[in-house]
C-alpha cells in the first residue's frame, strides 16, 4: 500500500501535461506485461521516449506489475502466448511443470557456466524447454493485453491527472492571492528608520 501511495503521489507532482504523463503510464504499463524482468525500468522509459511520454511516469508505471498483480499478468500472458503460437496448455496443469521448468532451466545455466572452466560439455536443453514453453508464450501472449491495459490506464489517467493539476493550481493562485493581502507582508511593511 505505501508503494502505490508513493507511486500516486509521485506522479501527482510531475511538470509535464496530462497527456505526456499518462503516455508514460501506459508505457510502463505495457511493459508490466512482459517476463523482461530486469529491464523493465529501461524498456519502459525508452518506449516512453519514442511515443513521446514522461520517463518518470514510465518507470513508475512498472509498478503496475507487482507481487499482487504478476500471477494474473502471468497467467493471462502465458494463456494468450499458447493461443498465438497455437499450442496447448500441458493437461495436468501449469503448476506441475513451472517449477521443474524453472528448476531445470537454472541446473542449465549453472552446469553450463562450470563447464566454461572445466571438462563437462554444455548442455541448453532444459532451457530450451524453458524458452519454449514459459519466456516465449509469456512474451508473446504479453503484447496484447499489455496494449489493451497501456491503453485503458491511459484514458483513465489524462482525466485524473487533469482534475488533480487543476486543483493544485487553484491552491496555490489562492495561497499567492493570501500571500498578496497579507498586511505582514515584507512589501507592505514600511521600512524600519533604524
Known amino acids: 500500500m505505501r508503494a502505490f501511495e508513493y507511486v500516486k503521489h509521485r506522479l501527482r507532482r510531475l511538470p509535464d501535461t496530462p497527456e505526456k504523463i499518462s503516455r508514460g503510464v501506459a508505457a510502463g504499463v505495457f511493459i508490466a506485461f512482459t517476463p523482461l524482468f530486469g529491464?523493465?525500468?529501461?524498456?519502459?522509459?525508452?518506449?516512453?521516449?519514442?511515443?513521446?511520454?514522461?520517463?518518470?511516469?514510465?518507470?513508475?508505471?512498472?509498478?503496475?506489475?507487482?507481487?499482487?498483480?504478476?500471477?494474473?499478468?502471468?497467467?493471462?500472458?502465458?494463456?494468450?502466448?499458447?493461443?498465438?503460437?497455437?499450442?496447448?496448455?500441458?493437461?495436468d496443469g501449469i503448476e506441475l511443470t513451472l517449477g521443474e521448468t524453472f528448476a531445470g532451466a537454472g541446473r542449465d545455466l549453472w552446469s553450463n557456466f562450470l563447464a566454461l572452466f572445466g571438462p563437462e560439455r554444455m548442455d541448453w536443453h532444459r532451457l530450451d524447454i524453458f524458452y519454449r514453453d514459459i519466456f516465449l508464450p509469456f512474451l508473446v501472449g504479453g503484447i496484447l493485453p499489455g496494449i489493451v491495459t497501456g491503453i485503458v490506464m491511459y484514458y483513465i489517467s489524462v482525466p485524473v491527472i487533469r482534475a488533480y493539476q487543476n486543483r493544485r493550481r487553484k491552491k496555490l493562485r489562492a495561497k499567492l492571492a493570501q500571500l498578496g493581502n497579507n498586511p505582514h507582508d515584507m512589501h507592505d511593511q514600511e521600512p524600519d528608520p533604524h
Do not use: D, Q, W
Open 39 to 91: 529491464l523493465h525500468f529501461v524498456l519502459a522509459a525508452l518506449i516512453a521516449k519514442i511515443i513521446r511520454g514522461n520517463i518518470i511516469a514510465a518507470i513508475l508505471g512498472t509498478f503496475f506489475g507487482n507481487p499482487l498483480t504478476y500471477v494474473p499478468i502471468a497467467a493471462v500472458s502465458f494463456e494468450m502466448g499458447h493461443l498465438i503460437l497455437g499450442r496447448r496448455l500441458p493437461e
